[in-house]
């Protein structure tokens, strides 16, 4: 944790924080707080500053909360994602929030295991305590917005557009490597990424794709599994627009 | 596992092999083959080519092998890593084999925790079976050379030069994000990429690494967990060298 995030229920009229249970835990114990040290705090969806400790005692934490800036600068991303198996589901959550994306879409697809959606991870608490740990990580406050879709076709045809603003799309696919020089995401403009499953798309999600105007993308001639492929893919795209 | 990987004490003279115990379960139960089946195989160290099956019985799986190409390309890649948590580097070892790392150096440095070097984790064995299972899923076969280093200043004083190829060099540090359009590492050179603990190099860290031609890169204004930031860093590398 690099950053304890507020609620707006933490926040006291005085401009002080009261803090119980894991987050006071964790300044105690892992960042070793004592009173008068600063913490990096952070009002989600708000600003981020100090906290600097006031009292420490048993189960509580009160810090006197100073917010002052930006959270950090987003890439303007959003991930268009085949569900994948709960247990990378889990950390692809975590680098989801850590990596900036703005929307998360868990899409089906012929390749996924239809036992997928009845995971818990994907129940809104499970999936939000996972958000919220990948924004502690990256000291951001802002949380990715994540929609589940159970029927691939329809979102593709008829809530793809109005969802996922235009800009650049890309489609994750082994074949063709791409061969120019360097990625050229339009300056300025969003990217949407899209992941398939571990067996990839099939040719017909391909096309529909395709047709929506993903340009093919490849991370190079291993399989990877998506918990690095999606990070690799995010620092190639991000290579373009540097 | 996206290829099974044979070992020279499978490969028979008749140019079958005969596989027991967990491929042979893998190749069953997940692969779902029956006799004439074609399974991507790979001989490590070696070639990668089909296994066709010819019986499968009980615990036992028999393959004619025909091994007919070179596996995946490898970037030319290595890692300095300062040793992550034992949980972190599992991750890694992953990774590092998925991404085609060829040397992967694990350092210690003034924010590493000394317990990580107790870690079962580093048991040779430990570290096999994981970049055992990273090349399974990337169909290579090369495994990358791991190394345990406990002392940081003897090591890049004295071994670095040796043992890591010149080429270009960069170290992941915050600050300042670099600004070039594209990363540039000189085309056909070899990599190395140096990645800190989780509070980052310490400054004596930084400026010896740098006096031994490493540059800073940065992964942008976030903090990234190192499973996330390598194969981030390693696309934004990847990109320079398109």
Redo the contacts between chains.
């Keep these: 944790v690099?950053l304890l995030l507020l609620n707006d229920e933490d926040l006291l009229p005085d401009g002080t924080a009261l803090l119980r249970g894991r987050r006071a835990a964790h300044a105690r114990e892992v960042l070793r707080s004592s009173a008068g040290d600063s913490l990096r705090v952070g009002r989600l969806g708000g600003q981020v500053g100090t906290g600097r400790v006031l009292a420490q005692s048993g189960d509580e934490l009160r810090l006197a909360v100073t917010l002052e800036g930006p959270p950090?600068?987003r890439?303007g991303l959003d991930l268009l994602l085949a569900l994948p198996r709960p247990k990378a589901l889990k950390?692809v959550l975590?680098?989801a929030a850590?990596?900036?994306v703005d929307r998360l879409v868990l899409l089906n697809a012929a390749r996924v295991e239809k036992s997928y959606f009845d995971s818990k991870v994907l129940a809104p608490a499970f999936i939000e305590r996972l958000l919220l740990e990948g924004l502690e990580?990256?000291?951001?406050t802002v949380l990715p917005q994540v929609l589940i879709r159970e029927r691939f076709r329809p979102f593709v045809e008829d809530e793809l557009v109005g969802l996922l603003p235009l800009g650049s799309r890309f489609v994750a696919h082994p074949a063709p490597e791409?061969?120019?020089?360097?990625?050229d995401p339009a300056a300025g403009t969003r990217t949407t990424l899209a992941v398939g499953p571990e067996g990839g798309w099939v040719p017909f999600e391909l096309e529909l794709l395709e047709a929506r105007g993903f340009q093919r993308l490849s991370?190079?001639?291993?399989?990877?599994?998506v918990?690095?492929?999606?990070?690799?893919?995010?620092?190639?795209?991000?290579?373009?627009r540097?």
Tied chains: 1, 2.
């Design positions: 690099n950090p600068p890439p950390r975590l680098q850590q990596l900036g990580q990256a000291q951001d791409r061969s120019a020089g360097c990625l991370a190079g001639p291993r399989t990877l599994r918990e690095a492929a999606i990070p690799y893919l995010l620092g190639l795209l991000a290579a373009g540097r």
